[in-house]
């Protein structure tokens, strides 16, 4: 298979991954804070990973590569906390489409700074894709005060610097970094919910929920990891960027959520720019 359609692929399992974790996570953080979700998730992601590198016995790679791992990490633990903060406070309208744009954006700038700009398809197809990102990611009847917007700001640089710095990981190295990433995130996070002597662990954290978020979560980063090795950052950010499509519909599905016509539409642009990008 042609390296670029694959990675193209990969970005679209990624968005789906991470897309199924953010319903997972969404259902759990009515229950749970922003702070001990990510933490309990991320603690869960660690684990797989530091089982998957021990059965695949992949040789250390070189330093530079667990730094930038360890900066996503970092980066993307700033991200979510921000984004799952922003819907606890209620400012979804805000939080979600602006930080969802800037997530997708960010890296199609730093790349055309850096690599140079793409086709006219596919520069068309990131337009789509981008409002797509942004129908996808409004909620119904959005009325989010602007007290959200640094949330939001936040919370679209973060994962953006997510994924700009997995794409700087060598081609040899795949598990090894996401390791290194999320054991900063979760001694970040383990910092923090310790300095503040919040509970780790109580009665009414759905555990199974969060496993599977964690696991969504690390799947998808290993997704993203192999796309960005084996395509262009532009494409997969775009494309990975298109999770809340998969959020919408498994809400759909499961919960029964009506889709806003704004969603539907966004499903169109999201088509169009998958489309656009692959020819």
């Not at 679209?156 to 290194?180: M, N, S, Y």
């Not at 090795?229 to 959020?247: C, E, I, K, M």
Request: hydrophobic letters at 60%.
């Amino acid at each position: 298979m042609d390296a670029s359609l694959l990675a193209i692929l990969l970005a679209l399992a990624a968005a789906a991954a991470w897309g199924a974790g953010d319903f997972s996570g969404g259902l759990a953080s009515r229950r749970v804070d922003a702070f001990r979700t990510v933490l309990i998730s991320y603690s869960v992601g660690l684990s797989a990973l530091v089982i998957v590198v021990l059965a695949s016995a992949e040789p250390l790679p070189p330093s530079a590569d667990l730094a930038w791992g360890a900066l996503s990490g970092l980066s993307g633990m700033v991200g979510i906390v921000s984004l799952f903060r922003g819907f606890v406070a209620g400012r979804m309208g805000i939080v979600a489409p602006v930080s969802a744009v800037l997530t997708a954006a960010i890296p199609v700038i730093f790349n055309a700074l850096t690599e140079g700009l793409p086709g006219g398809l596919q520069m068309a197809g990131f337009g789509f894709g981008l409002v797509g990102v942004w129908l996808l990611s409004r909620p119904e009847g959005s009325g989010g005060r602007p007290a959200g917007l640094g949330l939001a700001v936040l919370a679209g640089v973060g994962l953006a610097g997510f994924f700009i710095a997995l794409d700087q990981v060598g081609e040899a190295a795949v598990f090894w970094p996401l390791v290194a990433g999320r054991v900063v995130g979760c001694t970040a996070m383990a910092a923090y919910v310790l300095a503040t002597h919040r509970p780790v662990l109580s009665r009414e954290i759905p555990l199974g929920l969060l496993a599977l978020v964690g696991l969504l979560d690390a799947a998808g980063n290993l997704f993203f990891l192999l796309a960005t090795q084996l395509g262009r950052l532009d494409v997969t950010a775009v494309l990975g960027s298109l999770y809340p499509a998969v959020t919408a519909i498994l809400a759909w599905l499961v919960l029964k959520e009506r889709m806003t016509h704004l969603q539907v539409a966004g499903v169109g642009a999201a088509v169009a720019a998958i489309v656009l990008i692959t020819l």
